[in-house]
Nanobody
């Protein structure tokens, strides 16, 4: 089991910056990928950025060059630095983890979600 706790959301003006943090607890050794999703009102949840254990990253096209995902595995922390924020970034941001566990030769996949943190970009 993995528990994820986000922090760092808030309100900012367009062009401003925020850094989201996510602390992981529990069986963090089982995590393969961690990422940030967001869900705006009336829209589907979408993957914003993801990082693998090896440090490979993925970014949603609309945030490339402005958002940076990073992970401190030793501290079980995940971060999302968001610069030059736009109004369309307003959403609830969720920390997400994909993990696997083995029982003998059987592999089990799990995904975990944080409770979400609100980001509001408005003048």
């Amino acid at each position: 089991q993995v528990q994820l706790v986000e922090s760092g959301g808030g309100s900012v003006q367009p062009g401003g910056s925020l850094r989201l943090s996510c602390e992981a607890y529990g069986s963090t050794f089982s995590i393969n990928y961690m990422g940030w999703y967001r869900q705006a009102p009336g829209k589907q949840r979408e993957l914003v950025a993801q990082i693998s254990n090896g440090g490979n990253t993925f970014y949603l096209d609309s945030v490339k060059g402005r958002f940076t995902i990073s992970r401190d595995k030793g501290a079980d922390m995940l971060y999302l630095r968001m610069d030059n924020l736009r109004a369309e970034a307003t959403a609830v941001y969720y920390c997400h983890a994909e993990a696997e566990e083995w029982s003998g030769s059987e592999r089990y996949e799990y995904e975990y979600w944080g409770q979400g943190t609100q980001v509001t970009v408005s003048s």
